[in-house]
């Protein structure tokens, strides 16, 4: 069945999402998003492209981008080959990190605009991560956001003059938005035993701590990117939490 062609905006505006492949995480450790934001950085200097909102989760991305001289689809797959050869070389994987096709949704109006701007800065705060928009680092409403990354001119020429302040208040999901992207799954001990089985055959503590260094990392790796939290797989390999996350980050 052919796919459906995407919607153009007059506008060259788009609410554009990317999502790990099976709900898979994209962003592990602290690492992770800067690598992701250097990638946007590059491509958005290469296609001139105006980026005026961003949010980073931990299996997906929100962005609001303005498409100018290249094509939207050229720029975001610039985005997302970028990172995912820099991710499948840091934890050893291979294949996509990226649902193979990413969503974008055109944003015509005012109010539309507004909505999108507010949904993208609140999804931290709807996933129950911070208080307030302000308080979650990957997101364009941080004070820690890159120096010109976000094209502050373009956002304010397009905002009315309430400010972002106001405008970052709790607002309900856009009507296009009727399921939520990538919701991490639950993990029993049971699954995750199954999974560590799979990726390196071990069925036990004792046999996975026989297991070379670098297949531990490999392992703990693989679970981390299925997002298994770090107190189940310390219950299924025999390590600690905190003793689990050093392995993760070695080498």
Not at 28 to 39: C, G, H, S, T
Not at 217 to 238: N, S
């Amino acid at each position: 069945m052919p796919r459906q062609a995407r919607q153009m905006a007059d506008s060259g505006i788009y609410h554009v999402m990317l999502r790990g492949i099976n709900r898979e995480a994209i962003f592990i450790d602290v690492e992770d998003p800067p690598r992701f934001l250097l990638a946007l950085a590059r491509a958005k200097a290469k296609s001139g492209c105006a980026l005026l909102a961003y949010s980073l989760m931990s299996n997906h991305v929100h962005l609001l981008l303005q498409a100018r001289s290249e094509p939207l689809g050229d720029t975001v797959r610039r985005v997302g080959v970028s990172y995912a050869v820099w991710f499948n070389r840091k934890y050893g994987r291979v294949g996509h990190v990226f649902q193979n096709r990413f969503r974008s949704l055109p944003v015509e109006n005012d109010a539309y605009f507004i909505n999108v701007c507010r949904y993208i800065w609140n999804n931290p705060v709807s996933a129950h991560l911070v208080a307030e928009p302000a308080d979650y680092r990957w997101n364009s409403c941080s004070p820690l956001t890159p120096t010109g990354l976000v094209d502050d001119r373009a956002l304010d020429g397009l905002l009315p003059s309430l400010g972002r302040a106001q405008l970052a208040a709790p607002v309900e999901r856009p009507a296009s938005e009727s399921k939520p992207l990538g919701r991490p799954r639950k993990f029993s001990t049971a699954e995750a035993a199954r999974l560590l089985e799979v990726s390196c055959g071990a069925r036990s503590f004792e046999e996975f701590v026989k297991l070379d260094p670098l297949d531990q990392r490999r392992v703990v790796c693989e679970l981390r990117i299925r997002q298994v939290p770090f107190a189940v797989i310390a219950a299924v390999t025999g390590l600690t939490k905190s003793t689990a996350h050093r392995v993760q980050l070695a080498g």
